[in-house]
């Protein structure tokens, strides 16, 4: 097996830092069988271009450069009541605050109408602080 450029290397560390969410695309394993769509977050990338994730469902398992493939997520931060949640997807951040704020009134309401248009108008962290 040869192993990719020191450049290339470099170029996926700094595309898949460690917390990056990701998808997979296609894992060529023989012993393991992943469904593609498996989402999962980056624990680190080696020397050898290796993207090392802490999969969803409880594998920690790496894609090999040039042999499996993966897709970073567009991942969206929010803070409400000062607890801190990631998002795999905007538009399933966005739906859950729509229906807090459908379903409740007053200050609380505020605070997820505060998170709805700040996701709506695509800020990457997105707090009920106004």
């Known amino acids: 097996m040869l192993f990719p450029p020191r ?6 560390k700094k595309e898949y830092p460690s917390g990056t969410r990701v ?15 498996l989402k999962g ?6 020397d050898t271009g290796t993207i090392h994730v802490d999969w969803d469902n ?7 450069y040039d042999v499996d493939s993966c ?6 931060k929010t803070i409400c009541y000062g607890e801190e949640k990631i998002w795999d997807s905007r538009e399933e951040a966005m739906a859950f605050f729509f229906q807090g704020m459908v379903a409740s009134e007053g200050s609380e309401q505020q605070r997820y109408t505060n998170i709805y248009l700040k996701l709506q ?7 009920d602080e106004e």
């Open 71 to 76: 897709r970073k997520l567009k991942t969206v």
């Open 58 to 64: 409880g594998s920690h398992l790496g894609l090999v």
């Open 23 to 37: 998808e997979l695309i296609e894992l060529n394993d023989l012993y393991r069988h992943f469904d593609a769509g």
């Open 121 to 127: 108008i695509g800020m990457e962290i997105c707090s």
């Open 41 to 46: 977050t980056v624990s680190c990338v080696d």
């Open 7 to 12: 450049d290339i290397v470099e170029k996926i």
